[in-house]
């Protein structure tokens, strides 16, 4: 026969273990931590090379180079006796126009002549000479190309001639024919006159000691920034450049660096040598499109900093039952960011939340998608803790998981658009381009936080101040 005082034993050891329970620390299955490889490919970009020379610049030097006396036939017996002595003097200006890739351009000349004949009958000898003066446009053209080696390769061409005042040459009352004259002056000139126009426009028009210098100086980091050690690096693969063009007196090759841009916050970016300058692709279009590739760590103490911040001594209630955050703490799990946080009061315990890292473009701020418990810890509520699963608890930690990215995103592309403005690579050779859209195009996880992948659309150009310009 059980005794009342055996009854209420009973109801004290039933409370006892009831709050006993309610007071045990539930253990749930932490996510292990593991991290993915960096297999992040940053996009390549394609920088503008735009070299311009005025037409009027290789104008005025081939005036100066191709001047006075041109031509000189100081003998009546030479070319089979031809009976004919010539002179030929520039007149005025060689004036240049051009299309497309072709220069075309006329060459006015002054011109003395003698002409007349001469015979032998009978042992004697019988002469006449005349002299006149003339004056004639010769006119040529040059097609100039860009070789996959940088070289300019030309071509020069005859295109006939325009008599300015047609020389009249009467020996006993015949007229001496002058388009032979024309002819010979045109033929005699075409080789020494084509080598003045190689040579003008080869010495201003030379773009490769320009491209190598840049080649040698892209090929190293960049310091845009000592202070914050930002470094712009570059890896560059190959040139593409499009025909030579010329358009409102301006003549401009265009060519293309193919290479993957990174900007880097911290020690200076390993470089090897750069190598010899690659050989040029020859097309229709160079492209013109740059994408900037940035990386921004953000340390897990950092993360941690900021979650423990806001919510380490936080309070969850739900009616009578309450929990409170003791700490809390972020890491990496397969992909994921799992947020880690220690409970006392209602439910003592620790609980993990999971989330896919993303980046909001609205206010520049690394936040987690898709936010929710964990598997395992989604069990354990279900069955212990449903007020706390239900409530409000998941939201109130979620309002946290949110860093701001504001102040690198402007440190590392405001820097990079102030640097791009005009950055001096060498003597006469200037890095200009602007940044614009920018957007985050991966995010990964390392065993020390989480590193942002960032580009930035735009353009970029590399610019020399020097070509198709003499000392």
Known sequence: MRTPVFNLFKAVCAVLLLLTASCATVKIEKPAESYLRDAVRPQPSIIGFTAEARLAD?????????????????????????NLMVKAWKQGDIQLAMRDNTIIYRVPLRLWIKAGFKTTRLGITLSDYREASGALALMFRTAVNLNPDWTLSTQTETTGYEWLTEP?????????PVKF???????????????????????????????????????????????????????????FATPIMARDGVIRIRTGLQAVIETQVGEKPAAGPP????????????????????????????INRQASQYLSGQTFTQGKRSVKVEAVSIYGSNGKMVAEAKLSGS????????????????????????????????????KSAAWLYQGGFRNMIARQMVWPMASEIRMIF??????????RLADGVFLRGQLERLSVDDILLTPDGVRPYLSADGKINVHFSSFGMKN
């Open 275 to 302: 190598g010899p300058l690659p050989r040029l692709k020859i097309g229709d279009e160079a492209g013109e499109r740059v994408v900037i590739n940035a990386s921004v760590d953000i340390p897990f103490a950092e």
């Open 414 to 423: 405001g820097e990079a658009n102030r640097q791009l403005k005009n950055y």
């Open 347 to 382: 439910f003592r315990s620790t609980v993990y939340f999971k989330g896919i890292p993303a980046f909001d473009a609205t206010d520049s701020t690394l936040m987690l998608r898709d936010f929710d418990f964990d598997l395992a810890t989604r069990n354990v509520l279900v």
């Open 181 to 239: 004259v024309a002819d010979l002056i045109l033929q005699k000139n075409l080789r020494t006159l084509s080598s003045a126009i190689d040579e003008s426009v080869k010495e201003y028009l030379d773009l490769k000691p320009y491209a190598l210098e840049a080649w040698k100086s892209l090929n190293q980091p960049l310091i845009l920034n000592e202070e914050y050690r930002v470094w712009l690096s570059m890896q560059p693969s190959g040139f």
């Open 58 to 82: 290789i104008q005025a030097e081939l005036n100066r180079s191709f001047s006075g006396l041109v031509y000189e036939d100081n003998s009546l017996d030479d070319n089979g006796g031809d």
């Open 168 to 176: 009249v040459v009467k020996v006993a009352g015949i007229n001496v």
